[in-house]
């Protein structure tokens, strides 16, 4: 679901019918700042980190970012330090502010559960991350772009409040180097673990897209406790097509029979599962129920309701679009720094625009999804494909692989409303993602109607039940 589109508005209006709302946790330390420095509307973020366990530290967040009332001019948004080996205290605990803060809300006012989604290939926040969802009392998490081997380990020594590390992916690292990331809950809040006691171990459940992947997980991460399968007309992140990859005639990959998961076989591995990508409507959620999952996950339908963190100017652009058939979701092979198709809706305004894209001057200056390499001297180097191309090459970077990639962190951020102006006034354009589905969300706009809340995507999914 993005950068802060499933926000704790959103989460908390689905749990609040009984069930799953789930938040994304992927940047959410740079969109409470940004919130703070917007003038916090409705007082949320300070009411949230009112409840933060070490409340002298919440004060020092909202006395360093909060601006009282809404900027007249448009300034740039305040930049943490960027994730390295060692990280900065200061980064690691709004990180775990920022997530307790969104999990806190979603929760806020009902007794139902609540999850957070995140990246395997935002390896590097995920322990504080976790932390701080924890700390709120988050009942699942669902994991996926990557395969989350580490997590839950990592899990179950949180409830304690105990030292976790992370063993990062390094290019060109051998089998005997160890490059990981530690995490202290103790040391990076002291008299934690006296003040709030063990905490609640969450549910956990990866995202796969393959009965191998499923089989993996079982044997080598640990405890689990599902698994949600995705398809590839999914939003977000695809996993890459078995095999040697193939274009169709819009660029765009080639998924065959190979790629479908075994139904049969995940059953017969005796975990509850969910599916995901292409079930958001009543008779593909009867299927699913009738194949055996426990449910469904669906994002395209709640990305665009009211109660989503999308940009309301890119909400009503697209739903427009919906509505007169002239919509387009484009699989993108490269747009990711990650590798992995990315799902791209095509839209005016939006960096979806080849000539917005090719005006847009490369900046890295959040770098979630840089790829960690080890250089000639064995230290970790850091470097984006969406970064400048001369920087990207002084790292040791190949030409092609920058050809076409896009910065997620900025323009997914920018389609939740928090564009980032830089000094010399250029503010980031957005970049929608969405599921293939997105097409047919006009069954949720009848006749004049032009939007639509998270209860009306509910009642539209449990027709048939």
């Not at 709004?94 to 390896?123: C, D, Y």
Request: hydrophobic share 40%; with cysteine; aromatic share 8%.
């Amino acid at each position: 679901m993005g950068v802060a589109i499933s926000n704790w508005q959103l989460a908390n209006a689905v749990s609040r019918t009984g069930q799953l709302g789930v938040i994304s946790g992927t940047g959410v330390a740079m969109i409470m700042i940004a919130r703070l420095m917007d003038g916090d509307a409705g007082g949320h973020m300070r009411r949230a980190l009112a409840h933060f366990p070490i409340p002298e530290l919440a004060q020092r967040v909202i006395k360093k970012y909060y601006v009282p009332q809404a900027r007249q001019e448009r300034l740039p948004y305040k930049r943490l330090p960027m994730w390295t080996l060692k990280p900065s205290l200061e980064l690691v605990q709004i990180t775990v502010m920022a997530n307790f803060v969104e999990v806190w809300l979603a929760k806020e006012g009902h007794s139902n559960p609540v999850g957070i989604n995140l990246l395997e290939k935002v390896q590097m926040p995920n322990m504080a991350s976790l932390y701080g969802a924890m700390l709120a009392g988050v009942d699942y998490v669902i994991m996926g772009a990557g395969v989350p081997l580490q997590i839950s380990p990592i899990l179950e020594h949180l409830t304690h409040h105990e030292d976790v590390s992370y063993r990062l992916d390094v290019l060109d690292a051998s089998p005997d180097d160890d490059f990981s990331l530690t995490f202290s809950p103790t040391l990076s809040f002291p008299k934690i673990a006296e003040t709030v006691g063990d905490l609640k171990r969450p549910f956990f459940l990866p995202i796969i897209s393959s009965v191998i992947l499923a089989q993996a997980l079982i044997k080598r991460a640990g405890h689990i406790d599902g698994f949600v399968i995705e398809t590839s007309i999914a939003g977000g992140h695809n996993a890459p097509p078995r095999g040697q990859l193939q274009l169709n005639e819009q660029g765009e990959p080639i998924y065959g029979d190979r790629d479908v998961v075994d139904l049969a076989k995940i059953r017969a591995l005796g975990y509850p599962f969910w599916l995901a990508g292409g079930y958001g409507t009543p008779e593909r959620f009867q299927d699913a129920i009738d194949e055996g999952a426990a449910g469904i996950q669906v994002g395209t339908a709640f990305a665009f309701c009211d109660e989503s963190g999308m940009a309301a100017a890119e909400k009503q652009r697209v739903l427009a679009g919906v509505k007169n058939h002239t919509i387009r979701v484009r699989t993108d092979p490269v747009a990711s720094p990650t590798g992995f198709p990315f799902k791209v809706v095509q839209v005016e305004g939006t960096l979806s625009d080849p000539e917005l894209y090719e005006s847009r001057v490369r900046l890295c200056d959040v770098g979630y999804l840089r790829h960690l390499y080890k250089t000639p001297e064995g230290t970790l180097g850091y470097r984006c494909p969406a970064e400048p191309i001369d920087q990207y090459m002084n790292k040791a970077g190949a030409l092609n692989d920058t050809v076409g990639r896009m910065c997620l962190c900025n323009n997914l951020g920018a389609a939740a409303g928090f564009p980032q102006q830089r000094s010399d006034g250029y503010i980031e354009p957005a970049l929608v993602t969405s599921g293939d589905e997105l097409v047919h969300l006009d069954v949720l706009l009848p006749d004049s109607k032009t939007h639509y809340s998270a209860a009306n995507v509910i009642d539209f999914l449990l027709t048939l039940f």
